[in-house]
C-alpha cells in the first residue's frame, strides 16, 4: 500500500527532504487552507429598494409565499437597519464597519474628496470573501453590484475594488457594476469582461431569472466537484429597483388589489403587523410625507395610473420571489438546504420616494428635470413595466410601502433605514418560525457569519493588516429570543439627514429636500433635532421635542436631547462622517470623470460597454464628433456611435446606407437629422456638430448639422437637450448600441454591418456659422429633419 503523502499549509516550512535525485527524497504537497468541519455555506439574498410593509411575512398585502417559506423555517428580524441608500449598506453588509469607515458614505457616483466619501474601500477593511477565502471557502458574487468607483468601471481598471479583485475578494462575478439596470436589456459582466446577456427579451429573458441561472449553475458545478468545501454566495437582485420591469401575467394577478389606495393600504397594514406581532398593539402610523396627496383627492385618472404602477410594482416583487424559491428548491434538491446559512434582506433601504408625486414612465425624465403627466402616463398604461418603460411608482406608494414609519429612501427616519431580515439555517437555529425584536444594523452580519463559522476577523487580509469589525454578532439572538440587543448605539447619515439610535432614544433630522429634489431647504444650524422613545413610539410618531423649548435645561427631554447629538457628533468623528455635505446632483456634475482635462478624444473599434461617466462627457456644451467610416458593396446599416439606450441618449447611424443622427430627449421626443441619399461603397466621414446656444445651465438647446464627407447634409434645432444624465444604466458604444435601441430606427443590441475605423469627439469645437446660418437656426427652421413625440 503506498504510504500516505504528507502535507503541509503554504508558507510553513517544507516537512518532506530534499535528496541528489527523487529516489533519494521524500516529497509533501501544500494544501490550501480549509474550513473549521461542519461549516455552513452562506448566503446573501438581496432585495432591491423594498420597504417594510410590502410583502407578506411583515404584514404586507404582496404575496411572497418563498420569503414566508423561509421565514416559517426561519426566524424574522424586525428591528434591522440599513444605511437608507444601496452601495452603503451593501459596503456594510460585506466588511462589517460602517459606510463612512469604509469611504462609502453614498452611492458610487456621488462620490468626494474626503476619507468617508471617496468610494474607495481601503485594503485595510476587505470584504468578506476575502476573509474567508484564507479559510477555505469558494466565494460567488451574482447580480448587482454598485461598489466599485465609476471612475473605476472602464476596461483601464483599477480593478482593485471590482468584486473580483483584492479588497472584496470574490471567486467570480456576473451581474452588472452600477446601482439600477433595465431588467429586459442589462450591462452584464462575467468577472472582468462585458458580455452581451443570452437572449432576448422577445425570447423569454428577464434578468432576475438569469441570475438564479446564473447562481444555480455555478453552486451545481462546486457541488459536484467540491461537495465537502463550502461557499460563500452574494445574489443581489436588481428588483425591485426601478425600473419596475416584469412581464405582463405578474402584473395581472393584482388587478384591483391597490385600488383601496395608499391612505387605507397603510392602516390595513399596521393592523396586519400588530395581529402579527411584528409591532407592539400601541404603535401608531407615523406621518405622511408633507405633500403627498390624500388618496380620496385625487382624480379618477391619477387614480387610474398611480394604481397601476403599484400593480407592476407588485408584480415585479413576486416574480422575484418566484425566483427566490427556485433557488431554494435547488438548494433542496442538492442537499445543502439545511446547512446554508440565509440572511434575506428585504430591502437594502426603505422603499424609494424618488418617483415624485405622481410616478414616472422614464425615470430619466425627472434626472433631468422634464416632467411628466399624468394624461401622458394614462395614454401608456399597458407600456408600464415593459420594454421602452423605465417605469417608477409615486411617492405615496413609497411611504405606504414602509408602513408604518415616516419618510422613504435617502432619510434616516425608520421609513428610509427599517428593513425586513430573515434568517434561516436550520442545522445551526433550532426556532422555527420565531420573530427577534433585538436591535441590529448592516455592519452586523459580518461579525454573526464569522461566529456561525467559527473562526475570527483576519488579522491580516493580502498582507495588509486589517482595521477592526465595528460590528457585533447576531449569533446569541438565534436562540434567545428574549436576549437584550448587543448592538446599543448606531450613527446614521445620508445626504445630510442624520440619526441615532441609543438604547431605546432615537434622535432624528429631516434635512429638507424632497426624495426627487436637489437641495436642501436649509443649513445644517436650522436643522430641528427630532426626539423619540422607542419603547413608547416604535414608529417614531410623536416627537418630544415638538413646541418644546430647547434653551430649558431643566426639561429632562431637553437634556436627552444634548447628551444624545453629543453623542451623535462623536460618532460622527469616529467614523469618517465630517465634513457633512448634502449637495445631491452636483456632486456628480463636479467631476469630469475619466476626461478631465481633455477636450479632444478618439475612440476605435471594439470600445463598447463604456459607462456613462467613462465617456464623452457631451453635456451642457456645444461640442462635435467625427466618424470615419468604410461601407462595404451592398450597403450598411447600423449604429456606428451611440449613447445611451430608450429612456435617452443620441446615436450616429446608417440607415440602409442613409446617414441619420438621432437625439433622444426624455420623453421621449425624437429629433432625426437625415441625408437625402444612401452613401456609395467605400470610406466616409461624418460629423455631427452641436453648437449651445440656450443660456440655461442644465439642458440647454442649440443647433446641430450633420455633414457627409464635409458637405452639410441636415442641420436642425434640439430645443432642449439632456443636461444631468442620459440614462441610469446604458452605455457608450462605437459600433454597436449595445442595450436598448437610442432610435426607433434599429433593434436592441445592434451593430453597425459596416467598418468603423475611428470616431473623434471634440468637446470645445470652433464654430464659425455665417450670419444666415445662425439666423435660420435660431428660427428652427430645419432641413432633413423631423421631430416627432
Known amino acids: 500500500m503506498a504510504e500516505e503523502m504528507k502535507t503541509y499549509r503554504e508558507g510553513d516550512r ?129 447580480g448587482k453590484w454598485h461598489n466599485t468607483p465609476a471612475e473605476e ?48 427579451p422577445s425570447e423569454g429573458y428577464h434578468l432576475s431569472e438569469d441570475l438564479v441561472d446564473r447562481t444555480t449553475s455555478w453552486l451545481a458545478q462546486h457541488r459536484s466537484v467540491s461537495p465537502d468545501k463550502p461557499w460563500l454566495t452574494w445574489l443581489a437582485f436588481g428588483a425591485c429597483h426601478a425600473p419596475h420591469h416584469v412581464a405582463p401575467q405578474w402584473s395581472e394577478k393584482y388587478r384591483g388589489r391597490f385600488d383601496l389606495g395608499w391612505d387605507a393600504y397603510r392602516e390595513q397594514v399596521l393592523e396586519r403587523q400588530k395581529e402579527m406581532g411584528i409591532l407592539p398593539q400601541h404603535t401608531k402610523l407615523a406621518p405622511m410625507l408633507e405633500g403627498v396627496q390624500r388618496w380620496d383627492e385625487l382624480s379618477a385618472d391619477e387614480k387610474t395610473v398611480f394604481t397601476r404602477m403599484a400593480e407592476v410594482y407588485a408584480g415585479f416583487m413576486e416574480h422575484t420571489d418566484a425566483q427566490i424559491g427556485r433557488l431554494i428548491d435547488f438548494l433542496e434538491r442538492t442537499e445543502q438546504l439545511d446547512n446554508t446559512l440565509i440572511f434575506l434582506f428585504v430591502g437594502d433601504n426603505g422603499s424609494s420616494g424618488e418617483g415624485t408625486l405622481t410616478g414616472l414612465f422614464n425615470e430619466q425624465s425627472v434626472a433631468n428635470m422634464i416632467p411628466e403627466t399624468v394624461a401622458q402616463n394614462l395614454a401608456r398604461l399597458d407600456q408600464l413595466g415593459q420594454p421602452g418603460s423605465y417605469n417608477h411608482y409615486p411617492v405615496g406608494w413609497a411611504v405606504a410601502g414602509n408602513t408604518p414609519f415616516q419618510l422613504c429612501k435617502q432619510y434616516v427616519h425608520f421609513g428610509g433605514v427599517r428593513n425586513p431580515l430573515v434568517v434561516h439555517w436550520p442545522a445551526g437555529i433550532a426556532a422555527h418560525g420565531g420573530l427577534r425584536h433585538q436591535y441590529h444594523h448592516v455592519t452586523d452580519i459580518v461579525p454573526t457569519v464569522l461566529e456561525a463559522i467559527g473562526v475570527d476577523a483576519p488579522r491580516f487580509v493580502n498582507t495588509v493588516q486589517q482595521a477592526p469589525i465595528e460590528g457585533v454578532s447576531m449569533r446569541y439572538s438565534f436562540d434567545a429570543p428574549d436576549a437584550p440587543t448587543t448592538h446599543t448605539t448606531q450613527y446614521f447619515e445620508m445626504l445630510g ?65 444634548i447628551d444624545l447629538a453629543g453623542l451623535w457628533w462623536a460618532e460622527a468623528g469616529r467614523h469618517q462622517v465630517l465634513p457633512l455635505d448634502d449637495r445631491m446632483m452636483e456632486r456628480a456634475l463636479g467631476r469630469e470623470g475619466l476626461y478631465a482635462g481633455r477636450d479632444r478624444m478618439t475612440f476605435y473599434p471594439g470600445a463598447v460597454r463604456i459607462q456613462e461617466f467613462a465617456g464623452p462627457n457631451t453635456k451642457n456644451r456645444s461640442w462635435s464628433m467625427t466618424a470615419r467610416i468604410e461601407v462595404p458593396d451592398g450597403g450598411a446599416h447600423g449604429p456606428i456611435v451611440a449613447m445611451g439606450g430608450d429612456s435617452a441618449g443620441f446615436s450616429l447611424y446608417l440607415k440602409h446606407s442613409v446617414p441619420t443622427f438621432c437625439y433622444n430627449l426624455p420623453g421621449p421626443v425624437y429629433t432625426y437629422l437625415r441625408a437625402d441619399k444612401p452613401l456609395e461603397p467605400g470610406e466616409h466621414t461624418l460629423r455631427y456638430e452641436f453648437e449651445k446656444t440656450g443660456t440655461e445651465p442644465f439642458g440647454a438647446g442649440g443647433n446641430a448639422r450633420l455633414f457627409v464627407d464635409d458637405t452639410e447634409v441636415a442641420h436642425g434645432a434640439i430645443a432642449r437637450t439632456v443636461g444631468i444624465g442620459y440614462s441610469m444604466d446604458e452605455t457608450f458604444d462605437i459600433g454597436w448600441d449595445k442595450g436598448s435601441p437610442v432610435s426607433e430606427e434599429y433593434g436592441p443590441i445592434s451593430q453597425f454591418t459596416g467598418q468603423v475605423i475611428r470616431v473623434d469627439f471634440d468637446l470645445k469645437p470652433d464654430f464659425h456659422p455665417t450670419p444666415r446660418q445662425r439666423e435660420e437656426h435660431h428660427g428652427a427652421r430645419f432641413t432633413h429633419a423631423m421631430l416627432r413625440q
Open 153 to 200: 468601471t472602464a476596461i483601464s481598471g483599477p480593478y482593485d475594488r471590482w468584486p473580483t479583485g483584492p479588497v472584496f475578494g470574490f471567486d467570480r462575478f456576473y451581474g452588472f457594476l452600477g446601482g439600477d439596470s433595465d431588467q429586459w436589456y442589462p450591462k452584464l459582466f462575467v468577472d472582468r469582461e462585458a458580455i452581451d446577456q443570452p437572449k432576448l
Open 497 to 561: 439627514n442624520r440619526g441615532l439610535v441609543r438604547d431605546n432614544w432615537k434622535i432624528v433630522t429631516y434635512h429638507g429636500r424632497k426624495p426627487w429634489e436637489n437641495r436642501a431647504a436649509w443649513s445644517f444650524d436650522e436643522d430641528h433635532w427630532e426626539l423619540y422613545d422607542l419603547d413608547a413610539d416604535p414608529s417614531e410618531s410623536n416627537d418630544l421635542m415638538h413646541g418644546r423649548d430647547t434653551s430649558d435645561l431643566n426639561d429632562p427631554m431637553v437634556k436627552k436631547l
Open 14 to 142: 517544507f516537512p518532506g527532504r530534499i535528496g541528489r535525485t527523487y529516489k533519494e527524497s521524500e516529497p509533501a504537497f501544500p494544501m490550501p487552507p480549509t474550513a473549521p468541519p461542519g461549516a455552513p455555506n452562506v448566503l446573501y439574498v438581496i432585495i432591491d429598494d423594498i420597504g417594510f410593509g410590502w410583502t407578506e411575512p411583515f404584514g404586507g398585502l404582496i404575496r411572497t409565499p418563498n420569503i414566508q417559506r423561509l421565514a416559517d423555517n426561519g426566524l424574522r428580524y424586525t428591528n434591522f437597519t440599513t444605511t437608507a441608500l444601496c452601495s452603503p449598506t451593501r459596503s456594510c453588509l460585506i466588511t462589517g464597519r460602517n459606510h463612512h469607515s469604509v469611504g462609502m458614505a453614498n452611492i458610487t457616483e456621488l462620490a468626494t474628496g474626503y476619507p468617508g466619501y471617496n468610494a474607495r474601500q481601503p485594503q485595510s477593511m476587505a470584504g468578506l470573501p476575502a476573509m474567508l477565502h484564507q479559510h477555505g471557502y469558494t466565494s460567488f458574487c451574482v
